[in-house]
Every structure is written in C-alpha cells, then in structure tokens.
C-alpha cells in the first residue's frame, strides 16, 4: 500500500485544471459529493431519475436533511457550476470523471443488492468518454470495482475503475467531506489514482491512501464494522455495571484515556442504527459466510445489539408495573441519530415499533425526523410528547431535550420515570424535579 500525504497532493494541484464531473445518484451521498466538489471549482452534474427528487433539485429545494447541505448545493448552482439532469447518459457527456453514487441495499440475507448501480452503470457505459475515470463511490461487495472494470462497455473505452469509498458522518456529513481525516483511493492505474488524489479532491486536506480496488472495498466495511463492534462491547460493559453496581460512565472514562481507545464511541445508549453500520455489518458477515469463513464475532455484534433494544423496551416496562399494555410512553427521538431526519434502521423507531406492538400507546416528538405508525402520534414539541406519559424514553441525543425544565416535564407527565437511553439528560436535575431517573449503565437496571 502506498500513501501520499495531502502536501504532496497539493504540491501537485496545478498539474489539473477544473475538471468537468459526473455524479450518478442525487441521494445522501451524491449530493454531499456534488455540493462538496463544486465547492472545490469543478462543474459538476448531478443524475437523477426520479422526478419529484429532481423537481425539487431544480428549484432550490434539497429532499434530505443535512446541516450546511442545502447552502453548499445553492452555493454550487449560484455559481453556475452545478446542475441537474434526467438522463444519466447526457450527465457523463464530456465528463473525465464520474462518480456512481447508488444504493446498495441488502437483500433478504443479509448480502448487497447491486442491481440498481449494475443497471445505471450498464446504462452509462457507452457514453462514457473513453480513458475517462469511473469512480465507484457507493459500498460494494468486495471484487465490485474488478467486475465493472472487465464489463465489454467498459474495457472497450479503456475506462478506468476506481473505488473511492464515503466515510461521511450524517450529521456532519459537509465538513466531513471538506475535513477528511483520509481519502482512500484503490486502483492499480497509478494515474487515475493521480487524477482523484491530486485532481479532482486536489484542495482538501487529509492523507490519501492509496491501495487496490479489493483492499479499497474492505476497507469500508472494515471500518463499520469495527465502530459496531465498538458500540456493542460498550453497551454490553455498560449492562454489566449496571449488574454489579458500576458506574459505566467512570469505567468507560477510565478506558478512554488509554491511547490505543481513545474517549470516542464511548457512549453506552440503544444500540447502533442508520443506513450504514447495519446494512454493511450484515453485508461482511454475508460475504464471509459465501467464503467459507465463520464471522463469530461479528454474529455477536449483532445480537448483541438487538439483545440491547429489548433491554430498553424492558426498563420502560419495569417502570409502569411489567405491562405495557395501556401505558402511554412519550418518546422524545426518533431519528437514528442527532443532526439528522434519517430513521433508517433508527434505535429510536424500533424502541417505537416494540412499544406499540406490546400495546402501548406512543407519543413521539423529533426535532428533524417524522414517522408514522400504528399506535403512534406524533407531538409537536418536548413538552407534549410527554403530557400525560407514564413514563418518558430519550431516545436520541438532541441537545433542546436537556433545555427542557424538569419541573414542567414533572408537571406534564402522569407518571413519574425517565428512561434515558442516551444518558443525555441531567440526572441530578431530574430526581431534583421528583422524578427517576434511568439511564444506561448508571447502576440501576
């Protein structure tokens, strides 16, 4: 593996001028990459086939919740360097680079589902420029980049394939792509590596590692599965304190200042959500089963990370007698995450779907997130998702719910328990108000 560290990508930047790109797919990720590399000075276009996405593109309007994202994208537009078109074979005209920026969705067994960025690259192929780059920005299976590559539509125009995973961070997905700690690039043409390295992110910060494609599709998954590996070993730390009578949040502080840690992903809570970690944790355990390879750890992972959801539901039950059933539960979260509208494999929506199919009656509140389902209302602040609850569950860690007053949350509620999934309320502000308190790994289960 070789590495260029992001001087030397500078050093190098004059060598390319602004360049023309195409980016498949106005999603998540597409219009990240897009907004992000006009910003950079390129003119970017931007396919997208559904039309009421595409609408609302064209007039301003950005379909997805993402801090700072819809001033990057009228940013672009404002200064005539990005656009939106139906057709992706006019998107790619004239285009050096192109980037394919799909869903890869799981299917019923827990593999990726390719065929929606099969189709559009089948698509594409012939109106690609020839010795144009093909960048492969969605998550793949391991060996994707190497099959495209050897597609005749492809190999015929000597169009290079490359894989160029996203590690964006919803919530702070704009700096994330500004900021990157790392730009992981794999191909086995050193000039097309070049060409993304020192091209088109040729201004951005951060150290670009550069391996082959295989080595770049693994890493993606490597790392997401690491991180939920992490939040499943803290939540199960986090239980057991709360077994023996341990402060979870003094144990994980004291293992964070060990530097092979470090303080971060360190927080005990519902378990892990959102479309990636779920999706991509599923998808290596997929592959390594399809190869042979028994994954034992990466099946507890998961489990343990249903167990953890079940555990939630349970200190909500403990906390009206054992039955759900006639209890009203004011819920205050139900994106996945703070900083997003995503509730995409969300904690937050299971604990939801759990409690009202137990019979519960939910009153849910989100700053960002809207959802609905049977047994389930959505209120139109903090304060009147948990009017009349007999018990409330924080549920994501927005930072307006510890601006709540205790005393008008005591006020409000029937009952008289806060479960905190997050550990995010004041603990000693809330029992001040008369209220219990319950978080995860506080020591009381």
Not at 100 to 125: M, N, Y
Not at 175 to 198: C, K, M, Q, W, Y
């Amino acid at each position: 593996m070789s590495r260029t560290g992001p001087d030397d990508g500078a050093a190098r930047a004059g060598s390319f001028s602004r360049m023309r790109i195409g980016v498949i797919g106005a999603g998540y990720v597409g219009l990240v990459q897009a907004g992000g590399l006009a910003r950079l000075g390129h003119e970017v276009r931007v396919g997208e086939r559904d039309e009421a996405r595409l609408d609302a593109l064209r007039s301003g309007r950005v379909p997805v919740y993402e801090p700072g994202l819809a001033a990057l994208i009228s940013e672009g537009r404002a200064m005539g360097r990005l656009s939106f078109h139906a057709s992706n074979r006019k998107t790619v005209n004239g285009a050096s680079v192109v980037f394919i920026a799909l869903p890869t969705p799981s299917d019923d067994a827990g593999a990726v589902d390719t065929s929606i960025l099969d189709g559009a690259i089948a698509d594409v192929a012939p109106s690609l420029p020839a010795g144009s780059v093909l960048v492969i920005k969605s998550t793949v299976p391991v060996g994707t980049g190497r099959r495209i590559s050897l597609m005749p539509a492809v190999a015929e125009r000597d169009v290079r394939v490359v894989s160029n995973p996203e590690f964006l961070r919803e919530g702070s997905a704009v700096e994330d792509f500004l900021n990157p700690d790392r730009i992981v690039i794999g191909s086995t043409d050193l000039h097309a590596a070049e060409i993304l390295a020192s091209g088109v992110y040729r201004d951005l910060p951060g150290e670009r590692v550069v391996v082959d494609p295989a080595s770049a599709e693994m890493i993606k998954y490597a790392a997401n599965a690491y991180l939920a590996t992490r939040v499943s070993f803290v939540n199960s730390i986090a239980n057991l304190c709360e077994t023996l009578g341990a402060d979870a949040a003094a144990v994980l502080g004291g293992m964070g200042r060990d530097h092979r840690i470090g303080s971060h992903y360190l927080a005990p809570g519902p378990g892990y959500g959102g479309s990636c970690l779920p999706k991509d944790t599923r998808a290596l355990e997929a592959m390594a089963e399809c190869h042979g390879y028994e994954f034992r750890l990466l099946r507890a992972v998961m489990e343990v990370n249903e167990e953890q959801r079940d555990r939630i539901v349970g200190k909500v039950a403990s906390a009206v007698g054992g039955k759900l059933s006639r209890a009203t539960v004011g819920l205050w979260g139900l994106a996945f995450k703070a900083g997003t509208d995503d509730v995409r494999e969300s904690p937050a929506a299971d604990l939801a779907r759990s409690l009202t199919s137990a019979g519960a009656a939910v009153r849910a509140y989100d700053p960002r997130a809207v959802l609905s389902m049977p047994g389930m209302e959505m209120a139109p602040d903090p304060l009147s998702a948990a009017d009349g609850a007999d018990v409330l569950l924080v549920a994501t860690e927005w930072r307006q719910f510890r601006q709540v007053s205790p005393v008008a949350l005591r006020e409000a509620m029937r009952g008289s328990v806060v479960v905190d999934a997050r550990n995010l309320l004041d603990a000693e502000a809330i029992r001040a108000a008369g209220l219990s308190y319950r978080g995860v790994g506080t020591g009381q289960p």
